[in-house]
T-cell receptor
Framework: AQRVTQPEKLLSVFKGAPVELKCNYS??????LFWYVQYSRQRLQLLLR??SRESIKGFTADLNKGETSFHLKKPFAQEEDSAMYYC????????????FGKGTKLSVKP | DAGVTQSPTHLIKTRGQQVTLRCSPK?????VSWYQQALGQGPQFIFQ???????QRGNFPDRFSGHQFPNYSSELNVNALLLGDSALYLC???????????FGPGTRLTVL
């Protein structure tokens, strides 16, 4: 069965420190992986998707099919990065169903 | 463009009642997906509507039903409410069911 695991409920780092939010998935097909972010009092929004291989707000994520992981990384965390981060797996072919992990709350301290 | 809008913002119901939640997609989008987000959990897929039909469904009972109108807006109906239905209900819109989904602010449903 499809599953997304985010092992950390809370991750706390200091400003300027590197940050890595972990995501592991279980899926027998060809996965499409996403990171969504929810800032305080804002709606859930797409941060990045693996197929675009782009960097958004300094964040990158690499799909590792061997380890079935899609960790989100940023070399230097900023206070404005504090938010709830959700990893999501797309399945169902082209019909856009997403399975979300339980989320990791990132807190960046000054 | 206001993006995805949902109404109402909050709702309080009692067990056994029925509820209807509404969603208007982002301009230009034709697909609406509904998610349930319980406290401390990630969103869980309920179903997706495209061309006024339910195209895919998650692991939710038949008490959860929906509808999509010709203008692409959508409703989520829940019958015979249970305490466990208390959650944030999110609507997301996309173009032709694509994975790039735009989420609404959600409707907070409390069942007493």
């Amino acid at each position: 069965a499809q599953r997304v695991t985010q092992p950390e409920k809370l991750l706390s780092v200091f400003k300027g420190a590197p940050v890595e939010l972990k995501c592991n998935y279980s899926y027998s097909g060809s996965p499409e992986l996403f990171w969504y972010v929810q800032y305080s009092r804002q709606r859930l929004q797409l941060l990045l998707r693996h197929i675009s291989r782009e960097s958004i707000k300094g964040f990158t994520a690499d799909l590792n099919k061997g380890e079935t992981s899609f960790h989100l990384k940023k070399p230097f965390a900023q206070e404005e990065d504090s938010a709830m981060y959700y990893c999501a797996l797309g399945y169902g072919g082209s019909q856009g169903n997403l399975i979300f992990g339980k989320g990791t709350k990132l807190s960046v301290k000054p | 463009d206001a993006g995805v809008t949902q109404s109402p913002t909050h709702l309080i119901k009692t067990r056994g009642q029925q509820v209807t939640l509404r969603c208007s997609p982002k301009s230009g989008h034709d697909t609406v997906s509904w998610y349930q987000q319980a406290l401390g959990q990630g969103p869980q897929f309920i179903f997706q509507y495209y061309e006024e039909e339910e195209r895919q469904r998650g692991n939710f009972p038949d008490r959860f039903s929906g509808h999509q109108f010709p203008n692409y807006s959508s409703e989520l109906n829940v019958n015979a409410l249970l305490l466990g239905d208390s959650a944030l209900y999110l609507c997301a819109s996309s173009l032709d069911g694509g994975y790039t989904q735009y989420f609404g602010p959600g409707t907070r449903l409390t069942v007493l």
